[in-house]
Each structure stands twice: as structure tokens, then as C-alpha cells.
């Protein structure tokens, strides 16, 4: 069984073929126009997808050493994700799968993250708890069995990602925020300044990064780093420090807030994913907590962490083998639910 996997939800074109459950190709684009603006332009976005997404998916077969006519299904996120960037890859999707006659399957991409821990070996076993860390998502998703999973808890304002890309920006250093921030606080303190640690209830599982964030500023304002939209070069070892302040703050509540849950659930097996898993801090803390605590951590491999095609073409496979087709009115939607079955 060969499946093309197609990404476009949000600024990285990517494509994947996936032969028997072996992963033969995986082509990333990353759209570098938006880093002078500080944050993606759905409109760039979009027209880089549409000029990139041919010769992606021709990489993505000229590297897997796969004929198209040899595929026998497309996968494609149809949400969530910016309108215009998801309807580039499921047009061509749409077009590829009609022209080949082959089945064509909608994925989820928040759930696609979940599954990126089903790439390589070993895989979680179900049921498992998975948290998925990205730039518009932060969530803690109890998976039952394959394809079967529910939405425990979520942010109730910022993600994760955005806290650390707002913050990254504060700090004038460019977009995305998240790996330079993670980069400068190794050479950091993160008892520097203690940036407030958002618990909300105890016996729930939302989350809230908002507050930190404005932490941050205020930290920045006072201290005279920032007028307004001026902000005064920070000399380099207070920078680092800031950084990992800013970075224990996140990753104490996500790492608390994730073993509790696993705890509270009896769950055995605790999965990673999105972006921000991809942050060294966190797979540190995560992977020593949950030694401690006899919990198995799964945390993909850095190039399935951010946005990607193998992770579309895994979910598709196996969605495929559990009787999913999506039909030709398969819609983009961009606040995809990632309890919603497609
Ligand atoms: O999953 P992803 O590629 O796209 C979305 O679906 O949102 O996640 C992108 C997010 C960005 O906010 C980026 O700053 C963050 O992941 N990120 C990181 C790291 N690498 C990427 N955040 C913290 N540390 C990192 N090393
Ligand atoms: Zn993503």
C-alpha cells in the first residue's frame, strides 16, 4: 500500500509517500517570507504553496522512487489551518486522487501530530495520553484506541507555540521564536526572574500561556527594554537568562499538568507531539519525570515534530485500513475540531 501524504495547513509545504508502512520520502518547505514579518501572512502563504506544491510532491516520488501511478491513495490535511493554505494542497489532492482513481482521505492535522509517534519505532500502545504542543494548539488528548481518542483539555487562550513566538518577537528575535529561544536559554538561568506559572484548576486539564507572555513584557517595560514598540538591546547573558526563565515557565506547566493527567487517567504510555515537542527543554524535563514516575515517554523525531507529510501520509494509512474515504466534496475547515472524525 502506497499513500501520499500532503501538508499545507499553515506555512511548511510538505510531502510524504509512505510504501507498506515504511516511510520513503518526506520533503518540508519552510516559507521563510514570513520571518520579516514577524508572523505568517496568510496570503504569502498561500501563493508559496500554490508555487511550491508541485515540485514538493515531484520530490517527494522522485525520492521514494514511487511512479505516481503506483500510488494507491492521497492523503491531505483539510484542517484546521489558514483557509487559502489548506485549499492549495487539497485542490492538487483532489485533482491527483480523480486523476488517478484512487481513494482520496481528509486528515486532521492536530490528530496527524498524534500519530506522528506511530512513524518510527517503537509506538505508544494504546490507550495512551498524548500532548500536542504546536503553534495554534496546545492540548492534552486521552487516545483510547487507534482513531478513537477525546479532548481533555486545551488552552484556554494563547498556545504554547504563540507564547513562545510572541515572546521570541518582544525580545526582537525574529520568527519563528520558538527554537532561538529554546537555543539562547542553554546558556541561561531560569531562576533569572520567576515568570508566574498559570495552574488554573487543579482537577482539570486546560491550560493558559497569556499571562506569561504579559509577564514578560511588563518584566521588559520595567527594567526599561521596551517603550511602546521600542525595544533597547538586551546585553547577551541577560537575554539567555530571559529566555530560560520564560522557557521554565512554560515547561513546568506542561510537564505538571501532563503527569498529572497520565496519572489521573492509569495511563502507562505518555506521547509528544507538534512544534513546540521539538524543544529540548521539555524533552528533557519529560523524559526524566516520567522515568521517575514509570511512565514510557514517546517524543517523535525532531523532523516530525513541526509541520509535515509523513505524519499525513501515517494517519492516512491508517485510516485507510480501517475503512476511511473521504469523497470530492471534502471541505477545508480551518477550525477543524480534533474530536471531528472526517
Ligand atoms: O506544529 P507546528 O510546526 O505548526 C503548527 O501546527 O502550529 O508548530 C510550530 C510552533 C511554533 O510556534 C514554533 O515556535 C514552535 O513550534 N517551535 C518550538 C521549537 N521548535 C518549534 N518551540 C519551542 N522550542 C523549539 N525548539
Ligand atoms: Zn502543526
Known sequence: MIILGIESSCDETSAAVLADGKLKSNIISSQLIHQQYGGIVPEL????????????????????????????????????????????????????????????????????????NFIDD??????????????????????????????????????????????????????PGGPVIDKL????????????????DPGKYDFSFSGIKTSVLYWLRDHGYRNNENIKPIPKQELADLCASFQA?????????????????????????????ANSELRARLKSVSEENGFKLFIPAFEYCTDNGA?????????????????????????LNISYAS
Open 249 to 277: 515557565a512554560v515547561v513546568d506547566v506542561l510537564v505538571r499538568k501532563t503527569i498529572q493527567a497520565a496519572r489521573d487517567l492509569g495511563v502507562q504510555d505518555i506521547a509528544v507531539a507538534g512544534g513546540v515537542s
Open 311 to 335: 505524519m499525513i501520509a501515517q494517519l492516512g494509512a491508517m485510516k485507510l485500513e480501517n475503512g476511511f474515504q473521504s469523497d470530492f466534496t471534502l471541505n477545508a475547515i480551518p477550525n
Open 185 to 200: 536559554a542553554k546558556e541561561g538561568n531560569p531562576n533569572f526572574v520567576k515568570f508566574p506559572r498559570s495552574y488554573l
Open 45 to 116: 502563504a498561500s501563493r508559496a504553496h500554490q508555487r511550491l506544491i508541485v515540485p514538493v510532491v515531484e520530490q517527494a516520488l522522485t525520492v521514494a522512487q514511487i511512479k505516481k501511478e503506483q500510488l494507491n491513495a492521497v492523503a491531505v490535511t483539510h484542517g484546521p489551518g489558514l483557509m487559502g493554505a489548506l485549499l492549495v494542497g487539497m485542490s492538487f489532492a483532489k485533482a491527483l486522487a480523480y486523476g488517478l482513481k484512487i481513494p482520496l482521505i481528509g486528515i486532521n492535522h492536530m490528530e496527524a501530530h498524534m500519530y506522528s
Open 122 to 175: 517503537p509506538k505508544p500502545a494504546f490507550p495512551f495520553l498524548c500532548l500536542i504542543v504546536s503553534g495554534g494548539h496546545t492540548q492534552l488528548v486521552y487516545v483510547r484506541e487507534p482513531l478513537q481518542h477525546e479532548l481533555l483539555g486545551e488552552t484556554l487562550d494563547d498556545a504554547a507555540g504563540e507564547a513562545y513566538d510572541k515572546v521570541g518577537k518582544m525580545l526582537g528575535l525574529g520568527f
